[in-house]
């Protein structure tokens, strides 16, 4: 908070004594950064005061403070009011560089929100901590909302396009018929973005043991390793690769720790090896993507890693192959719909494709 912020936020609280009014009591909250906008007279006596209540991408809700009492019996009324933001469309572009993807990310002033969102929308065909390599290329459009010309929220990726490797990846997102919230991403020529099993159900990992036969770290014996094995340290956090029902929380031989996820159509997940689990319960509904658990070394495991599974009516398949299954496109009148709304978000990426931008066009 600014001097002067903190200066009226002393003078309001002297004259209302004990905060009486609780609606004003948010400006004890503000956070650094937050812009606060005070009005005073001639006499420097404050007059009124504006602050950011919560905001989104299209209004801000602001607190206001009017004074209305005289000099001599100073006294302040609040309320909150909605207002609405400038909504711009912002574009960002770039080379991934030896520095990594993070930190490229960070150079070409992509806000974390939106790199998040990126990992997400691609998290079904892209594994971001394992494929991502240098000379990979991004375009990113989102839109942001603005209040009095400061960034009040940032808000959806609504086109990106990821060259990974020279094969290209295309997201837009669709509202559908209504243009609601209710959407899904798709590639520019309409396929649907969704996949039923993501590519790593562990952040920040390395394969260290593929599906197949192998030799048993353990037992020293050749046997078929039935999942895939991610090096990660103790704690990592591990996350559903489907949408199901937790099956099994507990321990098991060999596993340790494990917890059993089932989903539609015969297929199951394995997480096994792990430290603790992240609350969750038999028979608990659980949403991809959810964090489920923590990598550990429990069991029969020589390291701290995570073993996944996956099968389909209790037989063991290759994670990485299944995890790729393709999505049904849209056709029909639903694919007009769709071709006729993707053409303002493809000359926005066309622009990309030929500079590297860091600066807003609304």
């Not at 006596?45 to 299209?58: C, E, K, W, Y």
């Not at 006294?75 to 770039?94: D, L, P």
């Not at 993807?101 to 998290?123: C, E, H, L, N």
Request: with cysteine; proline share 5%; hydrophobic share 40%.
């Amino acid at each position: 908070m600014s001097g002067l912020a903190a200066w009226v936020v002393r003078e309001w609280a002297q004259c209302v004594p004990g905060s009486r009014d609780p609606s004003a009591r948010i400006l004890f909250n503000l956070q650094p950064d937050q812009v606060v906008q005070a009005e005073v007279d001639q006499d420097k006596l404050l007059v009124s005061l504006r602050a950011p209540v919560t905001t989104n991408t299209t209004t801000s809700l602001e607190l206001v403070i009017r004074r209305t009492g005289g000099f001599q019996e100073p006294a302040f009324k609040a309320n909150s009011q909605a207002a609405r933001n400038e909504m711009h469309y912002e574009m960002r572009s770039g080379t991934i560089t030896a520095s990594g993807f993070f930190r490229t990310m960070d150079a070409a002033k992509v806000p974390d929100d939106i790199v998040r969102q990126m990992i997400s929308i691609f998290s079904g065909v892209v594994d971001f901590q394992h494929d991502i390599v240098q000379g990979d290329q991004f375009r990113i459009v989102y839109e942001a909302g603005f209040r009095d010309g400061v960034l009040a929220r940032n808000g959806r990726v609504v086109a990106v396009e990821l060259v990974n490797r020279t094969q290209l990846y295309q997201a837009l997102w669709y509202g559908g018929a209504d243009g609601g919230n209710s959407g899904a991403y798709y590639t520019f020529d309409g396929r649907g973005m969704a996949r039923p099993f993501l590519r790593s159900p562990v952040e920040f990992s390395r394969l260290s043991s593929n599906f197949g036969w192998r030799i048993h770290p353990v037992h020293r014996q050749w046997i078929q390793h039935k999942g895939v094995d991610y090096a990660a340290p103790t704690g990592t956090r591990v996350f559903a690769t489907a949408d199901g029902t937790v099956d099994f929380v507990g321990q098991q031989t060999g596993y340790g720790n494990i917890v059993i996820l089932k989903h539609p159509d015969g297929y199951s997940t394995y997480y096994a090896h792990l430290s603790g689990f992240a609350g969750i319960q038999p028979g608990q509904r659980i949403r991809q993507g959810q964090m489920i658990a923590y990598v550990g070394q429990t069991g029969w495991a020589t390291g701290p890693h995570l073993h996944y599974e996956l099968r389909f009516n209790d037989v063991p398949q290759n994670p990485l192959s299944v995890m790729l299954m393709e999505p049904v496109p849209l056709s029909g009148r639903a694919r007009q719909r769709f071709l006729s709304h993707v053409s303002d978000m493809l000359s926005r990426i066309h622009v990309l494709r030929g500079i590297e931008v860091e600066s807003s066009l609304g």
